[in-house]
């Protein structure tokens, strides 16, 4: 294993009326999709109207913050608040539910990682009432 990774920076995350129950959620330690109600496909970024079936029927759905990595790359150079960090995972993580996010791998090294690692959610607390949601290689 590698030396402890530092923890990344969490700045509070843009919030839009389709955006906003999502980030609420966070706080509390619970990740939320959409869910189509007419063609049940499970919608992430969060929006209005299903891109499957142009549907405005949705609602939210919490999924088990549980999935895999997909792909990844560690970043050698940031902007904004990761400028100057040591490298840092950029990742898609497959939830177990079906959709991809784009998120931070935490608490691990590009070397501790591949496709196909078992990962789950944890929050970083943005100190405006939110929480990033990213990932960590899942504790037995």
């Known amino acids: 294993m590698n030396a402890p990774v530092p923890p990344l920076p ?6 839009n009326a389709e955006t906003r129950e999502f980030w609420a959620a966070t706080a509390d330690g619970r990740l939320l999709v959409k869910r189509c109600e007419d063609c049940d496909s499970l919608i992430w970024y969060p929006r209005a109207i299903c891109p499957q079936c142009s549907s405005l029927h949705t609602e939210w759905f919490e999924v088990s913050g549980r ?11 940031g902007e904004g608040a990761y400028q ?16 991809r996010l784009m998120t931070n791998i935490v608490e ?19 100190s405006d009432g939110m929480a990033l949601p990213r990932f960590r290689p899942l504790r037995t």
């Open 10 to 15: 969490a700045p509070a995350p843009p919030v």
């Open 108 to 126: 691990a090294g590009g070397a501790d990682l591949r496709v196909g690692l078992p990962v789950e959610v944890v929050f970083q607390d943005t």
């Open 67 to 77: 999935g895999s990595i997909y792909s990844y790359t560690v970043n050698h150079r």
């Open 84 to 99: 100057g960090l040591p490298p840092f995972v950029l990742a898609y993580v497959e939830l177990d539910e079906g959709p």
